[in-house]
T-cell receptor, first 113, second 115 residues
Framework: GQNIDQPTEMTATEGAIVQINCTYQ??????LFWYQQHAGEAPTFLSY????GLEEKGRFSSFLSRSKGYSYLLLKELQMKDSASYLC??????????????FGGGTRLMVKP | GAGVSQSPRYKVTKRGQDVALRCDPI?????LYWYRQALGQGPEFLTY????????KSGLPNDRFSAERPEGSISTLTIQRTEQRDSAMYRC?????????????FGSGTQLSVL
């Protein structure tokens, strides 16, 4: 089976840095995605990692360690608008399997003034 | 269109009725996915298409669920003889290609309530 774990909720202060962890145990691995979902809205793409290491994109960075089955999303200079759920998703299929993603339950981040 | 469009936005039905949920992907997008999302949970894969071909339907819960994309554009997810446990947000997503790194663009979803 597929198992993706992330904390249910986190709270941080505006202007601070927060790290959201994701661990996975899956039957295969072909990349890890992070999506952001504001309440009542659709998920939107944030980042993609397939090789070990850190991918930086503005205030957001994502890290992957395949040997440890571990990823994190790092959010810097937090803003109130960053309050949302952050979804970790693993692609477990092979090359022709399209983008069938297995999602974790999501981490609800609350940013306080 | 500018984004993935789903209709209806809300659907309330009585147990035992059939429902059809529609998805209009971003113009030119090859791949189309259906997911189901319970409140406070991540999306759960149901099925997906490349062009008009259904590539995988392993996530469909049972044979009351079916999907089609006859012309490789608009897709319909049909649930027959609905049950209360079918109540959820049904989300459609599309991607421009079939490569494994392609990101998904999600629609606003159809909130299905079965009474």
């Amino acid at each position: 089976g597929q198992n993706i774990d992330q904390p249910t909720e986190m709270t941080a202060t505006e202007g601070a840095i927060v790290q959201i962890n994701c661990t996975y145990q899956t039957s295969g691995f072909n990349g890890l995605f992070w999506y952001q979902q504001h309440a009542g809205e659709a998920p939107t793409f944030l980042s993609y990692n397939v090789l070990d290491g850190l991918e930086e994109k503005g205030r957001f960075s994502s890290f992957l360690s395949r040997s440890k089955g571990y990823s994190y999303l790092l959010l810097k200079e937090l803003q109130m608008k960053d309050s949302a759920s952050y979804l970790c998703a693993v692609r477990v299929g092979w090359d022709n399997a399209g983008n069938m993603l297995t999602f974790g339950g999501g981490t609800r981040l609350m940013v306080k003034p | 269109g500018a984004g993935v469009s789903q209709s209806p936005r809300y659907k309330v039905t009585k147990r035992g009725q059939d429902v059809a949920l529609r998805c209009d992907p971003i113009s030119g997008h090859v791949s189309l996915y259906w997911y189901r999302q319970a409140l406070g949970q991540g999306p759960e894969f149901l099925t997906y298409f490349n062009y008009e071909a259904q590539q995988d339907k392993s996530g469909l819960p049972n044979d009351r669920f079916s999907a089609e994309r006859p012309e490789g554009s608009i897709s319909t997810l049909t649930i027959q003889r609905t049950e209360q446990r079918d109540s959820a947000m049904y989300r459609c997503a599309s991607s421009g290609g079939t490569a494994y790194y392609e990101k998904l663009f999600f629609g606003s979803g159809t909130q299905l309530s079965v009474l």
